[in-house]
């Protein structure tokens, strides 16, 4: 059976874009086809400035939004990466196959750092060793598929070269991943900013669907999102992003085809209409499970252990061959 890993970063309130572009595919289909690994990788939220009890929070909050979407620990692994020692134990090894160059060249790196000190803060060493991290994650376990949204794709590519490099070198350690993306919702474009991803820790917060958004908030933010001075409802990426974003957004929660629903619609106003009302049914079930989960915080911890545990028998050996197959002296 293939291996799956996959993840997401408290570094702030799961979006739609999290969910459309991630979670909902390894609950409906990754976890049932796979033997899957999700994780909670917090490590990753340290890269940039941030508030330590916020990240425990989130990092909470991420674990019981991934169960209420629909993760099953009877069918998958669910953990915290910082709980299995084995990511940083690796990352440090890739560190020594990945060079200086392919770092700087990474997309998210020049943009997180450009924001990083328009913010007023230090661009920190972590962001930009952040890939080799995630390279780690994925390798330690033998991982076959990474699904991810867009966005993430360059990082899987650099897992990929890292993972060829390292069992050239030192002998056959790794298996190389490849990245798998959704069919519609891949790119899940901010309300507000058409042209940039939802991103969950973005500063233009109107433009961006929170998990957790109540149902008329959700509305207000897709009846305002920016559209364009047209008339016509037309699935034009490049020149209509903003009709676009939100054909795509309708697409993906009712399993439609963008370019197929631009002929439905005569108003703008009745396409935002009926992609808000798509969007709070979509988020309903998950926003009731998780009602259900913060009443019980003993079952999500009990389900973080267990998968941590889960994690790291199946990490460990992976990480202690490439260890030795390094140079490294086995120890005790
Ligand atoms: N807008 C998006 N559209 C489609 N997929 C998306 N993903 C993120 N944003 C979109 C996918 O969600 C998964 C988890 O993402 P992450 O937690 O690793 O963070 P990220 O990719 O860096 O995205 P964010 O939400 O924008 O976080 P910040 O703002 O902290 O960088 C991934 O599979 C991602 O592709």
């Known amino acids: 059976m293939k291996r799956v890993f996959s993840g997401v970063k408290p570094t702030g309130h799961l979006t739609l874009g999290n969910y459309l572009g991630a979670m909902r595919r390894w609950a409906e289909v990754d976890q049932h086809q796979a033997d899957a690994l999700f994780c909670v990788v917090d490590l990753h939220a340290l890269t940039v ?20 979407s629909g993760l099953d620990p009877r069918l998958c692994t669910l953990f915290v990466q910082s709980h299995v020692d084995e990511h940083a134990r690796l990352s440090y090894l ?26 007023g ?12 991290l995630m390279a780690a994650d994925i390798l330690a376990y033998g991982t076959d598929e990474v699904p991810v949204g867009d966005d993430q794709t360059q990082h899987v590519e650099l897992a990929r070269d890292l993972a060829v490099r390292f069992n050239q070198r030192y002998g056959q350690a790794f298996v190389v991943p490849r990245a798998t993306r959704p069919r519609v919702g891949a790119r899940v474009m901010n309300l507000q900013e058409p042209t940039s991803k939802m991103g969950k820790s973005d500063d233009v917060g109107p433009g961006i669907v929170y998990l957790l958004d109540e149902p008329d908030v959700v509305r207000k933010k897709v009846m305002r999102a920016v559209t364009d001075s047209g008339r016509d409802v037309v699935y034009d990426r490049e020149g209509r992003p903003g009709v676009a974003n939100l054909l795509e957004i309708l697409a993906a929660c009712t399993g439609g085809n963008p370019e197929a629903l631009s002929g439905v619609y005569e108003s703008y106003g009745a396409l935002k209409k009926d992609t808000a009302e798509a969007v709070v049914e979509v988020l309903r079930p998950v926003q009731e499970r998780h009602r259900e989960l913060c009443a019980d915080p003993g079952y999500v911890e009990g389900v973080l252990r267990d998968g941590a545990e889960r994690a790291r028998a199946m990490a460990r050996p992976r990480v202690d061959a490439a260890y030795r197959a390094i140079g490294l002296l086995p120890g005790g």
Do not use: W
């Open 49 to 68: 400035e941030h508030d330590p009890g916020r990240v425990r929070r989130l990092s909470r909050q991420g674990a019981t939004l991934l169960l209420a």
């Open 94 to 119: 890739l560190e020594c196959v990945a060079t200086d160059g392919e770092m700087r060249r990474m997309i998210q790196y020049k943009e997180k750092a450009v924001r990083e000190r328009e913010r």
């Open 121 to 132: 803060g230090s661009v920190r060493l972590s962001l930009l060793t952040y890939p080799v």
